[in-house]
């Protein structure tokens, strides 16, 4: 079973480039692990480090700058796209990331982000520059997450966007189910359907 999500409040990185592929998230001589385990230090490798060396990280990259800091991951539009590796959410979420917002997702990185208990946040081009202002201006400044009420908010200035998800990852991300555990949290209606 997986970490269930529901309420998030947390600081954010904010990473401001658009149309970021998966294999700048995770770059692909990295994808020869079989489990999920140890991504994240490989996340955005190539912008972190001056040629993928770790002793040279680059100060200017986001997730290199010790002011920034959270839960959240803020992302220009067109996050995800590329090709369909499901690593990139598996290396955003080792990082320690539980929500990417963005204005625009690719499809098949926001189903691989739902089905390994990633939040993807689509908000609108506005609200996504507010929030990348607001990081950049406090890094301190705390964004919530609620699920369970599909929304996301600005806790300093209440200014808030409201997003959609699938009704059923709702339900798996809430509870902390990936697609069998859903089966089986069913097994009792399911029999008892059997038996009618």
């Known amino acids: ?3 269930s999500i529901n309420i998030i409040e947390s600081t954010a990185v904010p990473v401001t480039i658009e149309n970021i592929d998966t294999d700048q998230i995770i770059p692909a001589r ?4 079989t489990t999920r385990d140890g991504f994240g230090k490989n996340l955005f490798r190539d912008w972190r480090y001056e ?3 770790e002793q040279k990280p680059k100060p200017d990259f986001p997730l290199n700058n010790t002011a920034y800091s959270g839960k959240i991951l803020i992302a220009g539009k067109n996050f995800g796209c590329g090709s369909s590796r499901e690593h990139a959410a598996w290396a955003i979420k080792d990082y320690g990331f539980d929500v990417v917002v963005s204005s625009f997702f690719a499809d098949i ?3 691989n ?3 390994n208990f990633l939040l993807p946040v689509l908000v609108p081009e506005s609200f996504l520059q507010e929030l990348f202002e607001l990081v950049h201006q406090d890094p301190a400044a705390e964004i919530e997450v609620n699920l369970e009420n599909q929304y996301i908010k600005i806790v300093a200035t209440g200014a808030k966007e409201s997003f959609e998800i699938n009704s059923y990852k709702k339900t798996c991300l809430l509870n902390g189910y990936d697609d069998i555990d859903y089966l089986l949290n069913m097994k009792a209606e399911i029999e008892a359907f059997e038996k009618q």
Do not use: T
């Not at 990295?30 to 692990?33: D, E, N, Q, T, V």
């Open 113 to 115: 982000a739902l089905n």
């Open 51 to 53: 040629n993928g060396d």
């Open 109 to 111: 990185f926001k189903n």
């Open 1 to 3: 079973m997986g970490k």
């Open 30 to 33: 990295f994808l020869k692990a």
